[in-house]
């Protein structure tokens, strides 16, 4: 079975520009979430969906930051406008309902200048 | 996050020494879940604990849980490079997501 597949793999963009980032999750996980990673914070979750509906958002660290998810096999995570602080991996995980093990994907390393 | 502390923080060892990560809650776990990450890479699942007292082993490595749900070890017998990465522990709090520790950064050198 194909992994949590997350794209893309590497991000460069400059302050102010859209940036979307993008989560498949394995077929049949009920859950999806959302993390961020620095050096400074550590992995830190930012949301998480339960049946495609957003459960806990409270880890969004602002406005300029959404995710959506419209159906089970697809997210998004989007933040518009982008600022160099926003340089992080950011990480998307799936899991089955009633299973605590979350299956995380490879990340996406967004670099904003 | 304060709920959950993990040390040390990083870790350098020769080839073929014995090492122990902890990981420690300000409450009781209802599941301990250990991950391994490589740079440039995602967590990788290693295993996962939740009775009190339960020990699992999988090639050279053990995690426990101690008897008060508070507390787990990771532990590396005769390390290789290989084991080098980043170790973290994430805590199930009776919800339904994971609370994860800061990391421990292992190397292992020849």
């Known amino acids: 079975d194909a992994g949590v597949i997350q794209s893309p793999r590497h991000e460069v963009t400059e302050m102010g520009q859209e940036v979307t980032l993008r989560c498949k999750p394995i077929?049949?996980?009920?859950?999806l979430f959302w993390y961020r990673q620095t050096m400074m914070r550590g992995l830190e979750l930012l949301i998480y969906?339960?049946?495609?509906?957003?459960?806990?958002d409270s880890g969004m660290p602002e406005d300029r930051f959404s995710a959506k998810m419209p159906n089970a096999s697809f997210s998004t995570l989007k933040i518009q406008p982008s600022e160099p602080r926003d340089s992080a991996v950011y990480f998307c995980?799936?899991?089955?309902?009633?299973?605590?093990?979350?299956?995380f994907g490879a990340g996406t390393r967004l670099s904003v200048l | 996050s304060q709920e959950l502390e993990q040390s040390p923080q990083s870790l350098i060892v020769q080839e073929g020494k014995n090492l122990t990560i902890n990981c420690t809650s300000s409450?009781?776990?209802?599941?301990l879940y250990w991950y391994k990450q490589k740079y440039g890479e995602g967590l990788i699942f290693l295993m996962m604990?939740?009775?009190?007292?339960e020990e699992k082993s999988h090639e050279k490595i053990t995690a426990k849980l101690d008897e008060k749900k508070q507390q787990s070890s990771l532990h590396i017998t005769a390390s290789q490079p290989s084991h080098a990465g980043i170790y973290l522990c994430?805590?199930?709090?009776?919800?339904?997501?994971?609370?994860f520790g800061t990391g421990t950064r292992l190397q292992v050198f020849p």
């Open positions: 409450k009781t776990l209802y599941g």
């Open positions: 969906f339960n049946n495609n509906v957003p459960i806990d």
């Open positions: 604990l939740q009775k009190g007292g």
């Open positions: 077929s049949g996980h009920d859950y």
């Open positions: 995980a799936s899991r089955r309902a009633g299973v605590g093990i979350q299956y």
């Open positions: 994430g805590a199930d709090f009776n919800t339904d997501k994971l609370i």
